[in-house]
Nanobody, 118 residues
């Protein structure tokens, strides 16, 4: 059974930091591209940060320089360090695991709420 379990969300003030974690089970973590996405009320889900199986990273322009994604293959866990948080970062944050080569697989966590007050 595949599970992606996020943790670390909460309510913070603007300028503060949070660290999200996503612990996975039931997948070959090392070969999956891992990512964090977010969805704010009334908006579409958007990519926040990605990290490939080889450690390459990509970020949305809105979080570059403030967020950092990392992975721990020994713990089957991916993290998102979020610094200098802004009210516009308020959203539900979802963990994603994606494998492109056959058979293509994609899994999502249940989401964790991040609320940034001004």
């Amino acid at each position: 059974q595949v599970q992606l379990v996020e943790s670390g969300g909460g309510l913070v003030q603007a300028g503060e930091s949070l660290r999200l974690s996503c612990r996975t089970s039931g997948i070959n973590f090392k070969i999956h591209r891992m990512g964090w996405y977010r969805q704010a009320p009334g908006k579409q889900r958007e990519m926040v940060a990605l990290i490939t199986s080889g450690g390459g990273t990509d970020y949305a322009d809105s979080v570059k320089g403030r967020f950092a994604i990392s992975r721990d293959n020994a713990q089957n866990t991916v993290h998102l360090q979020m610094n200098s948080l802004k009210p516009e970062d308020t959203a539900v944050y979802y963990c994603n695991a994606y494998k492109e080569f056959f058979p293509r697989t994609e899994y999502w966590g249940q989401g964790t709420q991040v609320t940034v007050s001004s």
